[in-house]
């Protein structure tokens, strides 16, 4: 079955407790990105990547690390997550085309940071 | 820079009746729209986008959208809601620029809400 997997899918963590969110598709997807859902502001792209070892800061990159070691893989890291970070996470995957592709999502992982 | 208007937050309706969730978009040139469907505890769910040709497109679930380029906007609409049809919707604008990869740029969603 074609899917995005993010572990955990539930997180709350302290101030300054580095963490790291995975995520894992199995379509062989060049483009993978990483999104945070808040009330009111909707999905806001956090970073992307292109493909492995390429990735870029999407609109809200600060606080954030991510890396693209292989294909299939695209964990985002907070090195010193902070409250204003307690968001609901998605990650999404596509192909890369010539035109626009359906995005995959996955679950989610809603993260509290006290 | 482009943007997503969704200007009601939510939208209710009665089981049976039509069904319309607004969007209006801000971008430069011609873009590629989208609708994503967003149910409890799941992610993101692709509905169907728009590229070019037809301005009436269909999608999954019985869902249409109608692209106006003058009003520059790109309504959902379904002709008969569901109450399974309950959930969070999302449009999405990406720049006809960004050929070769996908960047998303989503409205705030609205809360569809439908009553038997």
């Known amino acids: 079955e074609a899917q995005v997997t993010q572990n955990p899918r539930y997180l709350i963590t302290v101030t300054g407790k580095k963490l790291t969110v995975t995520c894992s598709q199995n379509m062989n997807h060049e483009y993978m990105s990483w999104y945070r859902q808040d009330p009111g502001l909707g999905l806001r792209q956090i970073y992307y990547s292109m493909n492995v070892e390429v990735t870029d800061k999407g609109d809200v990159p600060e606080g954030y690390k991510v890396s693209r070691k292989e294909k299939r893989n695209f964990p985002l890291i907070l090195e010193s997550p902070s409250p204003n970070q307690t968001s609901l996470y998605f990650c999404a995957s596509s192909l890369v085309g010539t035109g626009p592709t359906e995005a995959f999502f996955g679950q989610g992982t809603r993260l509290t940071v006290v | ?116």
Not at chain 2, 95 to 102: D, H, L, S, V
Request: glycine letters at 8%; hydrophobic letters at 35%.
């Open chain 2, 1 to 116: 820079a482009q943007s997503v208007a969704q200007p009601e937050d939510q939208v209710n309706v009665a089981e049976g009746n039509p069904l319309t969730v607004k969007c209006t978009y801000s971008v430069s040139g011609n873009p590629y729209l989208f609708w994503y469907v967003q149910y409890p505890n799941r992610g993101l769910q692709f509905l169907l986008k728009y590229i070019t040709g037809d301005n009436l497109v269909k999608g999954s679930y019985g869902f249409e959208a109608e692209f106006n380029k003058s009003q520059t906007s790109f309504h959902l609409k379904k002709p008969s809601a569901l109450v399974s049809d309950s959930a969070l919707y999302f449009c999405a604008v990406s720049p006809r620029e960004n050929t070769g990869f996908q960047k998303l740029v989503f409205g705030t969603g609205t809360r569809l809400l439908v009553s038997p």
